[in-house]
């Protein structure tokens, strides 16, 4: 069963993100609306919720060094073994505190490598399932790209990343 839950402090529009769930079909008896501030939440919000261990975790939050870390942190502690986080605005020009923030937390952490970067995101699966995700997608890339995954130059904390994006 799907579940969502987000926090609102942005730009976003809620309704525009309830009509889109809506018309995906996603239920709203699983859909958990925070209001607020990201770095007001913690991993227990989520536990006191009985919100389960994701599966798949976006994150598109504040574009600070402390926000971005903060949200990364949480991320880390409610996606279950196996599963992937994905970050938004990486890399970015415009919001360093997003890359800042993905090198102190690839070093500062075990639990969550980045393995694969593209559309302006960054991939993180546990560490315990990353080379399994890694032979995932080079064996079925279409599901990350019409045109491919592949080896890039670019490294985070000594983790290579592969590419996917526009012109791979």
Not at 56 to 78: F, K, N, P, R, Y
Not at 118 to 139: C, D, L, P
């Amino acid at each position: 069963m799907p579940c969502i839950c987000t926090a609102f402090a942005g730009y976003g529009s809620k309704h525009a993100l309830l009509r889109n769930l809506e018309a995906c079909g996603i239920p709203k008896h699983s859909i958990r609306l925070a209001g607020g501030n990201s770095l007001h939440l913690t991993a227990s919000n989520f536990t006191h919720w009985g919100l389960p261990a994701f599966r798949l975790l976006s994150v598109d939050g504040g574009h600070t060094l402390e926000t971005t870390l903060h949200d990364l942190m949480i991320a880390s502690c409610i996606v279950r073994d196996g599963g992937l986080v994905v970050l938004d605005d990486f890399p970015h020009p415009t919001w360093i505190g997003v890359g800042e923030a993905v090198m102190h937390f690839a070093n500062a952490q075990g639990r969550l490598v980045p393995f694969m970067h593209g559309y302006n995101k960054v991939w993180f699966a546990t560490r315990s399932h990353m080379q399994q995700w890694r032979e995932f997608i080079a064996q079925e890339p279409s599901i990350f790209t019409c045109k491919g995954v592949h080896k890039s130059r670019r490294t985070v904390a000594g983790h290579a990343l592969c590419f996917t994006g526009p012109g791979s």
